[in-house]
């Protein structure tokens, strides 16, 4: 059974820098997605960024184009999301994911990470 550790979550300023990282325990294969969501207090699980683990394709949701980029690491089966720009609404908790289409169907989830932007 894969696990999913997140960290690098911590308190930044708006208009700053954060990068997250995921590290997965257990094998990956061909036809897992890597994922990140967010959840802010009192909203619904939202979905950010996915990348595939066996070729470069990358999803983004719309409002985080542009600030927001995901990357892999195969040799050390991680996943990074590199967020500019952060702004206030980026208070929540991150979360690593694993599934097997890139916006939906996700099954495996880490423990999160506090993300929480400040003034």
């Known amino acids: 059974q894969v696990q999913l550790v997140e960290s690098g979550g911590g308190l930044v300023q708006a208009g700053g820098s954060l990068k997250l990282a995921c590290v997965a325990s257990?094998?990956?294969?061909?036809?897992?997605?890597l994922g990140w969501f967010r959840q802010a207090p009192g909203k619904e699980r939202e979905f950010l960024a996915s990348?595939?683990?066996?070729?470069?394709?990358?999803y983004y949701a719309d409002s985080v184009k542009g600030r927001l980029t995901i990357a892999k690491d195969r040799a050390k089966n991680s996943v990074y999301l590199q967020m500019n720009g952060l702004k206030i609404e980026g208070t929540a908790v991150y979360y690593c994911?694993?599934?097997?289409?890139?916006?939906?169907?996700?099954?495996?989830w880490g423990q999160g990470t506090q993300v929480t932007v400040s003034t």
């Open positions: 257990g094998r990956l294969y061909s036809s897992h997605v």
């Open positions: 990348i595939r683990w066996n070729d470069p394709r990358t």
């Open positions: 994911t694993r599934g097997t289409s890139p916006y939906t169907d996700y099954r495996i």
